[in-house]
């Protein structure tokens, strides 16, 4: 069963700093990874998709990586802003006939200060 | 284009009464899919739709949650008899396909039930 660990739990930065967030999962024969974020009482917005077969994945100021072999995606923000605050979600896809089936981390709240 | 709707966006509701959360997806996305968001919990997966095939429903908690997908597109997820732990937050979401490579899922708003 994949199981997926996000640490830190909470994270607190000043404004302009990089971060990384990070992911780990247990089942190295994951099918896709997804990153979401979800602002408080909202749902969830994707920012980046890696498909198995991708290392990483690039959109503005983010950049998703994944490696299989170690069980680890990390979501790289550049030049963070306060509108960067919300929860960081990652999410697995199953290996085998279930990969639509998501499995989730508990994320990490991130919080920018201006 | 329009994202994933759900309605309604509050539900409160008595112990024991049967509640129906609708999700319309977004157009032309065959894959549909429910989730649960608990405090403590996150968020787990409950039943998934793929155009006329049977749906997956190996997540759904008990017999007493249901769900339908009538035409291909809007979805009701049903509970009958609510319980106190039923209170959360239901997100659906839709993708191009499911086992595919388009199978980036995209969220509604969510419904957050509330069960006194």
């Known amino acids: 069963k994949q199981e997926v660990t996000q640490i830190p739990a909470a994270l607190s930065v000043p404004e302009g700093e990089n971060l990384v967030l990070n992911c780990s999962f247990t089942?190295?024969?994951?099918?896709?990874l997804q990153w979401f974020r979800q602002d408080p009482g909202k749902g969830l917005t994707s920012l980046l998709l890696i498909q198995s077969s991708q290392r990483e994945q690039t959109s503005g100021r983010l950049n998703a990586s994944l490696d299989k072999s170690s069980g680890r995606s990390t979501l790289y923000i550049a030049a963070s802003q306060p509108g960067d605050s919300a929860t960081y979600l990652c999410?697995?896809?199953?290996?085998?006939?279930?990969?639509?089936?998501?499995?989730f981390g508990k994320g990490t709240l991130l919080t920018v200060n201006p | 284009g329009a994202g994933v709707s759900q309605s309604p966006s509050n539900k409160v509701t008595e112990k024991g009464k049967d509640v129906e959360l609708r999700c319309d997806p977004i157009?032309?996305?065959?894959?549909l899919y429910w989730y649960r968001q608990s405090l403590g919990q996150g968020l787990e997966f409950l039943i998934y739709f793929q155009g006329n095939s049977a749906p997956d429903k190996s997540g759904l908690p008990s017999d007493r949650f249901s769900a339908e997908r009538t035409g291909g597109s809007v979805s009701t997820l049903t509970i009958q008899r609510t319980q106190q732990e039923d209170s959360a937050v239901y997100l659906c979401?839709?993708?191009?396909?499911?086992?595919?490579?388009?199978?980036?899922?995209?969220f509604g708003p969510g419904t957050r039930l509330t069960v006194l």
């Open positions: 089942d190295s024969a994951i099918y896709n």
């Open positions: 157009s032309g996305h065959t894959a």
């Open positions: 979401a839709s993708s191009l396909a499911g086992r595919t490579l388009y199978n980036e899922q995209f």
């Open positions: 999410a697995g896809g199953g290996s085998g006939g279930s990969n639509y089936k998501l499995t």
